[in-house]
């Protein structure tokens, strides 16, 4: 069976909205974690053409590195650490303009200039962040947070600690 991303090229929203369904769609009827978040990674990197598009997963009081698409990047970020690590603490998304202005920002590529990290919940906790790099300043707005904080509740964690 044929699983082609229908890839559109209108506004950054239209983006969204044709590529989250077809995200979604993708997950239905498979429950394997990691099988699902490497589509994702997968799709988002080939919708926008992003330097870096990946998770991190709670592990053990730390992130670990999920699937990605990108470079090779840092395996383990501290809790609090980085913009991986204070979104977890947050709880909240964090969007960063210009990643040497973030404090304690952990540059795992020298060419990342711009971040959005959401965070994933499962039962108000969080059990992962999904971490966007833009080669570009200032490249993620209110629009990639909204689109990308749904985009996460389509994934089920059910099978990331039971
Ligand atoms: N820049 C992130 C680290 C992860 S990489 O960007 C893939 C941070 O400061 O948490």
Redesign the pocket.
Known sequence: MAVDLSISKGTKAAQYQSLLPQIKALMEGEDDLIANLANVAAALKEQFNWW?A?F?LVKNDE?V?GP?Q?PV??TR?KKG???????WVMAAALI?PD?EQ?P??????SL?KS?I?VPILKENAVVGVL?V?SEHLNHFDQTDQAYLEELVTFINFNDASD
């Open positions: 870096w990946g991190y992130l590195l990605f990108g990047a840092c970020i650490k980085g913009v991986c690590g204070k979104s960063v990643v973030f304690g920002h952990i540059a795992c590529s990342s971040e990290v971490d790099d």
